[in-house]
């Protein structure tokens, strides 16, 4: 995300917004979902889907003290590989979006992209776009959400509570800023359908049985933000940080040293400008002359 001229403008385009519960920190260490949520929303936050299922991760469950799922939980609930159909769709067309997306990203490729879920969507990551633009204390989705709105997000290690609370930070971030944001990678596409397996899976939601539950094994459709758009107090920084300098634990030193690059910048792009003027000077003078000498009689 930048306030420059250049990219798409973010209102305009449609995001994804993704969590993940699972039973450790690494697919490589052999950690697997065991819940995903997904909150389709437009730029101006109006959310179009909403879809939330746990997930059988075909391993024992651990991380109990962190999500609260237990193993019989996800018994009965969908495999990575059922749901693929439904993440296509959710994802086509749509910029991908996570809080710390990396983490996000490792468990699609490990689990989804094998089973058939076509590669190649484009992402954002919230976590990194807040420590480009806003100066916080702490990143972590539920400080920053209390820092910018004043509310501590609900439903926090559900998939679904924190991609909703992604999303309404997502939907601020857009509608606050002093400049209109855009969006610098390419442009979403739209992902080719995989085969479906036999029989569409049928979803299991960790809300308690009743008519939410039910409109989200459908795809709910809302229509609206989770709650009101609020306007932000101004920590906007002055010059925006380079994301690929906000990444890891954003140390002081981390942060310092992204700001001075940010300054550096800066001056090179008013000293490139200055530059263009007085060339831009010249070249009028110099032609001027020339048309003085064409128009005077000798």
Known sequence: MTRSRWGVRARDL?????????????????????????????????VVREFTTLVDPRVPVTGQQFHGIAGGDVIGA??????????????????VVGHNLDFEERFLAAEFVPAGLPAGAVGLCTLLALRSQVELRRYSLPRACHALNGRWPTGQHTALGDARACAQMLAELIANAPGELRFLGPRPVTLPPPPRPAGQARLKSRLPTGTLAARLSRG???????HPLRRWPSLWRPLELEPQMCTGPFTPEQRTAAVTAAK??????????????????????????????????S
Do not use: H
């Open 14 to 46: 449609e995001y994804a917004v993704l969590d993940v519960e699972t039973t450790g920190l690494q697919p490589a260490e052999g950690a697997r979902v065991c819940e995903i949520a997904v909150v389709r929303m437009r730029g101006d936050g109006t």
């Open 264 to 297: 550096a910048r800066w001056l090179r792009m008013g000293a490139v400008s200055a530059t263009a003027a007085l060339t831009g000077t010249v070249a009028a003078a110099v032609a001027a002359r020339a048309l003085v000498r064409r128009v005077l009689p």
């Open 78 to 95: 969908p495999t990575a590989a059922d749901l693929v159909g439904d993440l296509t769709e959710l994802f086509s067309g749509a910029v």
């Open 220 to 226: 709910s459709l809302r229509g609206a933000p989770a």
